[in-house]
């Protein structure tokens, strides 16, 4: 069974710092792309971050460009993300997903919580 466990949220003042991470387990970690999305309250779900497999290539949603890093660990089935230089805007329930695989089931996510 696929499942997303994510952790390291928090409330920070703006311009603080927070890293989040994602433990994946039920498939073969390091084959594939892995996510990072947001959703705050009344908001569509929208894409942060993706580290593709392999070589470990990064994108990034233009609201975040420069101020958060994707990482993963493939022997811990872990991916990262480093949030620097926070913004009111970033507050958002952040969540974890293969890339590429849309029937998967969603975790619980991370509270992120960026107060002015």
């Known amino acids: 069974q696929v499942q997303f466990v994510e952790s390291g949220g928090g409330a920070v003042q703006a311009g603080g710092s927070l890293r989040l991470s994602c433990t994946a387990s039920?498939?073969?970690?390091?084959?594939?792309?892995m996510s990072w999305y947001r959703q705050d309250s009344g908001q569509e779900r929208e894409l942060v971050a993706t580290?593709?497999?392999?070589?470990?290539?990064?994108n990034y949603a233009g609201s975040v460009k420069g101020r958060f890093t994707i990482s993963r660990d493939d022997a811990k089935n872990m991916v990262f993300l480093q949030m620097n230089s926070l913004k009111p805007e970033d507050t958002a329930v952040y969540y974890c997903?293969?890339?590429?695989?849309?029937?998967?089931?969603w975790g619980q996510g991370t509270q992120v919580t960026v107060s002015s």
């Open positions: 580290i593709e497999r392999y070589h470990g290539e990064t």
């Open positions: 997903k293969r890339t590429y695989f849309s029937r998967d089931s």
């Open positions: 039920g498939f073969t970690f390091r084959l594939h792309a």
